[in-house]
């Protein structure tokens, strides 16, 4: 599937640059981690790039996404962070019901035991995305609400495209196809893709070349 994937254009390699690492870099360089400014010219320090990295990767966007229907159970969920399963449990019942209690007259954001918590609606189906604060925020979270809202609207179209108009019967029956659809994406927390052509090209290809094998032994 790799091989068929769309390689990305300059200018969105360009506009993630600036939106994901740029600030980092910018912010290393504030505490003098990178450039030591007690000499002239700046000398770079030298510092292995996969510690870089690595540090990029703490940094972590969303920490999951949960998709419920009207009564309260989950039928997607993925998290981008590790969380045992009795922890997972109980986060989720009480983000659920935190979520299906609210109104409508309600903003669709709330907070809950560190996490930033933004959802929507549609149809009988809640989409929620869970963040927490970046490394170096401290308890500050500076996530963006309406980009998050964003993300899940665009999130929400993609699959209408792929399944018509989506409902829980095609999580529940191609819940495989909707997590491959999710991690063309968010990858490690990051959203990596909006265009909804090169999300669903994989997994069309995917689904050709199954046909193919199920007319071979037909």
Known sequence: VDQHK???PPLARALYL???ILPFLLKRIRKNKIFDIAQRPPI???QPFS???FELRLQTMISFILMVNKQGQTRYSSYYEWISMEERTALESEIIR???SRSELQCSFLEY???KVIYRRYASLFFIVGTKPDVGCGDENCENEMGMLEFIHTL???MDKWAGSICELDIMYQ??????LVDEMVQNGFVIETNKTNILRPIALMERESAKADSMFR
Do not use: P, S
């Open 175 to 180: 819940l495989e196809d909707v997590h491959f």
């Open 18 to 20: 600036i939106h994901y």
């Open 98 to 100: 935190k979520c299906l």
């Open 156 to 158: 929400v179209e993609t």
């Open 44 to 46: 770079i320090k030298h």
């Open 6 to 8: 769309q390689v990305r």
């Open 51 to 53: 510690q870089i990295c």
């Open 113 to 115: 035991r560190g996490y």
